[in-house]
T-cell receptor, first 120, second 113 residues
Framework: AQKITQTQPGMFVQEKEAVTLDCTYDTSDQSYGLFWYKQPSSGEMIFLIYQGSYDEQNATEGRYSLNFQKARKSANLVISASQLGDSAMYFCAMREATDISNFGNEKLTFGTGTRLTIIP | ETGVTQTPRHLVMGMTNKKSLKCEQHLGHNAMYWYKQSAKKPLELMFVYSLEERVENNSVPSRFSPECPNSSHLFLHLHTLQPEDSALYLC????????????FGPGTRLTVL
């Protein structure tokens, strides 16, 4: 089974509207972290937001918020008041406790991504 | 200098060529990573280095050879590649401590003819 599932290959959203990008995950670990990255056409992966499995509050970073529903194993990204510059690929990723080696490295498992296009 | 840089940004090579990709991080991080991003596939982790020591090799073919001479530099040496190796190769770094995110470079778009 895939560890990270993003079911929306592409989305079109009107400018200034809010958008929700779906992400579900699969893990048996109690301790894990969830990340969202943005990848514009330039190729660079830009970190957006992080949610720890023990965090009780949903993470927020400016216009980005993470709708974390632990029982449902979902970590949807919500972008409020979308802008043309938000057009990009968006990737959900997970770090599991078993990924953290003695050296403290962080191995991330990525989903296939959602291509978001903001329409003027 | 921005956080993580990669050179070249674009590379076209024949199957018999030998080339190298370079990654440099200016963030003082201890861990560095190589990822492969192919069309319509999730990012694939290729190699992980921590404190210049390789700690992970996700069954990558030997035609890809990494090198980490110090904690700021990471190379990916390429030789006798196949057309299916054409992809975006991304480098990333992290502090190596739990809770921190990985910072990515802009990637090298590789085309193998």
């Amino acid at each position: 089974a895939q560890k990270i599932t993003q079911t929306q290959p592409g989305m079109f959203v009107q400018e200034k509207e809010a958008v929700t990008l779906d992400c579900t995950y699969d893990t048996s670990d109690q301790s894990y972290g969830l990340f969202w990255y943005k990848q514009p056409s330039s190729g660079e992966m830009i970190f957006l937001i992080y949610q720890g499995s023990y965090d009780e509050q949903n993470a927020t970073e400016g216009r980005y918020s993470l709708n974390f529903q632990k029982a449902r194993k979902s970590a949807n990204l919500v972008i409020s008041a979308s802008q043309l510059g938000d057009s990009a690929m968006y990737f959900c990723a997970m770090r599991e406790a078993t990924d953290i080696s003695n050296f403290g490295n962080e191995k991330l498992t990525f989903g296939t991504g959602t291509r978001l296009t903001i329409i003027p | 200098e921005t956080g993580v840089t990669q050179t070249p940004r674009h590379l076209v090579m024949g199957m018999t060529n030998k080339k190298s990709l370079k990654c440099e991080q200016h963030l003082g991080h201890n861990a560095m990573y190589w990822y492969k991003q192919s069309a319509k596939k999730p990012l694939e982790l290729m190699f992980v280095y921590s404190l210049e020591e390789r700690v992970e090799n996700n069954s990558v073919p030997s035609r890809f050879s990494p090198e980490c001479p110090n904690s700021s530099h990471l190379f990916l040496h390429l030789h006798t590649l196949q057309p299916e190796d054409s992809a975006l190769y991304l480098c990333a770094s992290s502090r190596g401590l739990a809770g921190g995110e990985q910072f990515f470079g802009p990637g090298t778009r590789l085309t193998v003819l």
